[in-house]
């Protein structure tokens, strides 16, 4: 029976069920992936050449994280092939790679209209609706856990179709042969993938696809190399980075193009109110000036022709109640002691029992910046009616739909080539400048590239949220927390960006739209991986007009600081030693409390005694089917010169490791990224501007101030979990734990020293 869309709208409006019915019909989305002359393709996620070499799609953004490896890798270790042979493509945006994992994350973002249904990554309701909607984003390390049983399936099938093509011709079964290093065997026979490629796709693969019985890991020794010195699996885009050759979206040439430049007004609502066109009367390589109402960009020749012209223009702009940390401060303080807080998480009986707590600590966060070396950068052609976009994107189906709308094309007429970006920490999940690319494009007719500057990036950036908190706690009579409670006043930060990135609405539209809403996510790491028997976590909404966004490491970074915090200013006031206190309530955490004891060895922990510079924290992320955790031990002191950071030794349970050298590349540049949150970061704003406008001025720590670091990843066949996000969580709480044994002051802001000694 073909049903078309209009008997499903006539049918729901008869039944009201038949929507519902159709959502959670099977789909069939087909190759997304397609095979070139010479090629044989295999499903949505590998193609095999006659020359023998395997194109694995790609769909999700690689930002330095090493996905566009560790996909491949899947790939090539359940197929057996040889990693010489191993190639990768960027995939078309399809629902095809629909991020389930992702998507379950994120749904109180976008607000599924039956919750129970769309809970978790397997629940029906919320595939179809990943699906329709080809939710692809990169963010959160869940790629991993989206992607890996689907390469792997995709793989087995067509190591089965190789197998059976070859079997075929040896006159043999197909189960007896096996693939190793690019070819089928049996016995001593043996042929090619190459030679094999054009009659597997003559063959059905079986169901369910054959998987190894061993899951890739790293080391395994049928693909260890003999000579230690030399990585199995190497990256596949380290050569091309270390030559140059590896493209970013700023380095797009396109025949005729043109550069533009562009400025902002404050934050938040500002539209051009004049600018002086005179000025650049004769300006030498200016082409032309756009006016977008909200900003006003030039486009010359090359873009520092474009962006002096800015400079001569003297652009002016109107603004009302611009954004000012002193009012934020204001806000945020009123919040935490006064406002009304809505319960977000409980444990037990939460803090009904609570009376009068023992003793209670006030924390206050900074927003915080990404620090990204690379700037907003997008091109843009529009011909023919037909758009194109050169972009590095966490989000291509949004920025797509977004550079749409704003021209009024349809989906269809929108191409998005996507790029690498040289770091993201979840900035390239907003697109304000591929919008602007596109408007600029249209009104100049040719092709252009739209750069960013610095001060423009620091501008317009959606940082990681401001909070005011506390955290209470009553003890028992062996000194134990019996009841804790959290009270955070914070925007509704996540669900704003939801709206922003689903719903396309303007930053002061989102914010509007959730006032007073609570928002659990603002509250992640706050829920301790520790037996403490009640618990509660309650959200005061604040509204502090400063448009908040996605950081790497989210609320962890600010939740586990204040946590982590609190539980070493209890162990000390108790005159208990901190490892030993947190070990003894975390008899239901045995890989956590194994973390905490590898890394007391690794750092030579020696109970952080007054002037021993050594400070603990530990975190837990993830659920209980898919975690990681994490210890560190930091060494530092603080001087007239700020804080000196010396060491730090983490150990690190992230499950079943795929990539040892990923891994350790993902946890070593997570501990100097939450380093730069700890020290520096901060972003303070006056009359809607930026005072951070630099990367210097955000005092970051520079590559001299990077201390020594340890890292020992503990072994274990557990589910594999994405280390990117998880070593920010502990470092500023272990930085500020090690301070207060150096100096015995206790400091409770983040950035640290941020309000002085």
Known sequence: MKISRRAVLAGAAAGGGLVVAWMLMPRDYGSSLEAGPGEAGF????????????????????????????????????????????????????????????????????????????????????????????????????????????????AASARAMLTMAAAERWDVPWQECQAENGFIRHGEARLSFAELVEDAGEFDPPDPPPLRPQAPKDGEPEFALEDERHLPFPRLDLPSKVDGSWLFAGDVRLPDMVYAAIRHGPLDRAEVSSFDREAIAGHP???????????????????????????????????????????????????????????????????????EPTLAFRYDIMPAAHGTLETASCTARLANGRLE?????????????????ALGLSLGDVVLYPMPAGGSFDRRLEHDHAIEAALIARETGRPVQLVWSRWQEQL??????????????????????????????????????????????????AIADVAGEADAMVLEGLMPPYAIPHVALDHVPVRIGLPTGRLRGNALGYGCFMMESFIDEVARRQEQEPLSFRISMLGDDLRLAHCLQTAARLGNWGGGEAGSGQGLACHRMGDDARSGRIALIATAVAGEGGVRVERLSAAVDIGRVINRDIALQQIEGGLLFGLGL????????????PVQGRLASLNMPSLADSPEIEIELIESDADPFDPGELPVAPVAPAIANALFSATGLRLRRLPLLSGGL
Not at 125 to 133: D, K, P, Q, S, T
Not at 678 to 689: H, I, N, P, V
Request: aromatic fraction near 8%; charged fraction near 25%; hydrophobic fraction near 45%.
């Open 43 to 154: 499903g949505a996620w590998l193609k095999i050449d006659r020359q023998g070499v395997i194109t694995v799609a790609m769909p999700q953004l690689e930002m330095g994280q090493g996905i566009s490896t560790l996909l491949p890798q899947i790939v090539a270790m359940e197929l057996g092939a040889d990693w010489r042979q191993i190639a990768v493509e960027p995939a078309p945006v399809s629902a095809a790679y629909a991020n389930y994992e992702l998507a379950a994350r994120w749904a109180p973002m976008w607000r599924p209209l039956l919750p129970s249904l769309a809970e978790k990554a397997d629940d029906l309701m919320l595939r179809r609706w990943a699906e329709g909607e080809r939710f692809t984003a990169t963010a959160e390390g869940t790629s991993i856990a989206n992607f890996e049983l689907p390469c792997r399936e995709a």
């Open 285 to 355: 390589e200016l082409l032309g000036v756009v006016n977008g109402k909200r900003w006003l960009a030039t486009v010359a020749s090359n873009w520092w022709a474009a962006e002096r012209a800015l400079d001569d223009l003297a652009v002016r702009f109107r603004v009302t109640d611009p954004v000012s940390s002193a009012e934020i401060a204001e806000a945020l303080d009123a919040g935490v002691r006064r406002g009304a807080g809505q319960r977000v998480g409980q444990r037990g009986d939460g803090d009904a029992n609570m009376v």
């Open 389 to 405: 976009l050169w972009l590095a994107t966490q989000a291509p189906e949004y920025a797509r739909e977004a550079a749409a709308k």
């Open 460 to 509: 317009r950036l959606r940082p990681r949220p401001p909070v005011a908190a506390t955290l209470s706690a009553r003890l028992d009579s062996s000194g134990r927390i019996e009841i804790m409670r959290a009270r955070v006043a914070a925007p509704p930060s996540a669900l704003e960006f939801g709206r922003r990135l689903f719903g396309n609405a303007t930053s002061w539209g």
């Open 678 to 689: 700890a020290l520096g970061s901060g972003m303070e704003y006056d009359q809607g501007l």
